[in-house]
């Protein structure tokens, strides 16, 4: 089955701690996101890529890195300089970046600090 | 930038009633506009999409409708069912963009009573 896998399901970060959260898809599309979801609130945009080598900020970059080596695969590293890290992190992948494609998303992944 | 409000919070309805939840955005360039249902630990999953060049678009239970004049869209869910029961979410994104930045808006928990 094509699709999205986050993994792990939960994570527990100590503090100063970096966590890396994978991020694997098989439906063969360029572009992918991710972006963080905070209770009662929307979803919010970290990173996003177009392309495999290439990738941009979205709204709260700050505390986050990533990188886009392979086309199936967006890990997005939460780095000690993220304060507030404890959140729900969603993947998603689309056909391409234009406007109008759909976006498909993974089961995401739990992080909380101990 | 972009914003996008959505109500209710919160929506309780009997089973077989009709649910509406309304969302309006500010960007007046936006022209894609996905809803997406979330389940309890599930990632978001797309149900209806309209661009708009069309003022209404339905699938089955589902519709929606766009008046670009007052920069809203709604959600119209009809003969309710208990596994309708989730969070929903509206989403706006631009043309001309370089990219499919989405934004969401704040969620609404529709709980569905048998």
């Known amino acids: 089955d094509g699709g999205i896998t986050q993994s792990p399901k939960y994570l527990f970060r100590k503090e100063g701690q970096n966590v890396t959260l994978s991020c694997e898809q098989n439906?063969?599309?360029?572009?992918m996101y991710w972006y963080r979801q905070d209770p009662g609130q929307g979803l919010r945009l970290i990173y996003y890529?177009?392309?495999?080598?290439?990738?941009q900020k979205g709204d709260i970059a700050e505390g986050y890195s990533v990188s886009r080596e392979k086309k199936e695969s967006f890990p997005l590293t939460v780095t000690s300089a993220q304060k507030n890290p404890t959140a729900f992190y969603l993947c998603?992948?689309?056909?391409?970046?234009?406007?109008?494609?759909?976006?498909?998303f993974g089961d995401g992944t739990r992080l909380s600090i101990l | 930038g972009e914003n996008v409000e959505q109500h209710p919070s919160t929506l309780s309805v009997q089973e077989g009633d009709s649910a509406v939840i309304k969302c309006t955005y500010s960007?007046?360039?936006?022209?894609?506009f996905p809803w997406y249902k979330q389940e309890l630990g599930k990632g978001p999953q797309l149900i209806i999409d309209?661009?708009?060049?069309?003022g209404e678009k339905k699938d089955q239970r589902i519709a929606v409708t766009l008046n670009k004049t007052a920069k809203h869209f709604s959600l119209h869910i009809t003969e309710t069912q208990p596994e309708d029961s989730a969070v929903y979410f509206c989403?706006?994104?631009?043309?001309?963009?370089?990219?499919?930045?989405?934004?969401f808006g704040q969620g609404t928990i529709l709980t569905v009573h048998p």
């Open positions: 989403a706006a994104s631009a043309g001309g963009t370089s990219y499919g930045k989405l934004t």
């Open positions: 309209i661009r708009s060049n069309v």
């Open positions: 890529s177009q392309i495999v080598n290439d990738f």
């Open positions: 998603a992948s689309s056909i391409t970046g234009a406007y109008d494609q759909p976006q498909h």
């Open positions: 439906l063969n599309h360029d572009a």
């Open positions: 960007d007046s360039a936006s022209n894609y």
